[in-house]
């Protein structure tokens, strides 16, 4: 078992709530057949909790109620399985082209009996028209300028992208600029979740998008 240090144990009940078991259930998948099926490095085990899913799962305090998700490149379920965990109001779609990866993903799903998660097996492109969402989201997929491109289309010309970026999110946010504009991106800031939670905020740019472009 994967234990919570103090600190993550307090913040880790203040996020999930009572779906903290799940949650606990969902990092034991990570660190057991995750690492087996080369979801998660073995190194990570330790900094399960802290550096992934609760870094993760705080990106839920940006998103309205009730909101669709599609978090794009879902992996071994960062963000997108966090956030229906610790918000069951959402509508989570997990977007992931490899098929080891969303045959682990199903397993995970039907484990945790998650009413909230929907899996598609696709690339991003391949997903626009196809995936009704509010909200895209992604982490550790590409470089902002790259990013902006495969995740704002899937709004349909209306929402919002969360991306969870390291230090360099500003000269990101800089380099991207046009190309947001370009697909529509009316508000682009660069904002931390989880203050007063963790211990360092997670960092997130948010792009607003809209037809009107006002």
Not at 122 to 129: D, F, K, T, W, Y
Not at 178 to 201: F, N, Q, S, Y
Request: net charge negative; hydrophobic share 45%.
């Amino acid at each position: 078992m994967v234990e919570l240090s103090g600190a993550e144990a307090v913040a880790a009940r203040k996020i999930f709530g009572d779906r903290l078991d799940l949650a606990t259930r969902y990092v034991e998948h990570l660190a057991t057949s995750g690492i087996e099926r080369g979801l998660i490095g073995p190194r990570e085990v330790p900094r399960l909790w802290e550096r992934h899913v609760l870094n993760c799962a705080v990106v839920a305090e940006l998103i309205d109620d009730g909101a669709k998700v599609a978090d794009v490149g879902s992996g071994a379920g960062l963000p997108g399985l966090t956030l229906a965990l610790a918000r069951e109001d959402l509508e989570v779609t997990l977007i992931e082209p490899l098929e080891r990866r969303v045959a682990w993903l199903e397993e995970v799903v039907m484990d945790l009996r998650l009413d909230n998660v929907e899996i598609m097996r696709a690339r991003a492109e391949q997903a626009v028209g196809k995936v009704e969402c509010d909200v895209v989201t992604a982490r550790a997929v590409s470089a902002l300028n790259t990013l902006a491109g495969l995740t704002i289309p899937l709004l349909g010309g209306e929402g919002e992208l969360l991306a969870i970026k390291g230090r360099s999110a500003a000269d990101e946010v800089e380099k991207a600029a046009k190309v947001i504009r370009k697909l529509g991106g009316v508000e682009t800031e660069v904002l931390p979740a989880g203050t007063g939670i963790l211990a360092e905020p997670t960092t997130v740019v948010r792009i607003r998008v809209s037809r009107s472009r006002g």
